[in-house]
């Protein structure tokens, strides 16, 4: 059974792309404040396509990229993510979202992979922002 604080999460059953994007009104966040981004994840078992293979993650104000790295749901030797979390699910740091404060304007983040080869089984929780 998945436990989780949401009603509903999605599971990637079996594609040949992974594109997820979130976004937040920068008024919503503490002014002043440095906030990081994560990917809370579940790997089904019967997961497959995502061992090695980098992910695209991205962290935009307005037209402007304020961080840009590359990502692995899994690697070699059964590490996922970032690790796992009290919870039972695993998390992934997407990027660092600035705050200075009193500009009005929109955080967006975005995760994705378009090299063409299959890959399911990930069941997404979504993505959490909070203080660094």
Known sequence: MLTNRFPKVAELLSVC???IH????T???????????????KLGRE?????????EA????????V???TVYVQRQGGIIGGGARADDWF???????PNKGGEDG???????????????GVIIQGIEIRPN
Not at 22 to 25: L, N, V
Not at 106 to 120: A, N, Q, V, Y
């Open 17 to 19: 792309w992974f594109d």
């Open 22 to 25: 979130g976004r937040i009104k």
């Open 27 to 41: 008024r919503m966040l503490s002014a002043k404040t440095h906030y990081k981004a994560y990917l809370v994840f």
């Open 47 to 55: 997961s497959y396509g995502f061992t090695d293979e980098p992910i």
């Open 58 to 65: 991205t962290v935009r104000h307005g037209n402007t990229e």
């Open 67 to 69: 961080s840009k790295q």
């Open 91 to 97: 998390e992934l740091e997407l990027g660092e979202l």
């Open 106 to 120: 929109e955080l967006k983040i975005r995760i994705f992979r378009f090299d063409g080869s299959w890959m399911g």
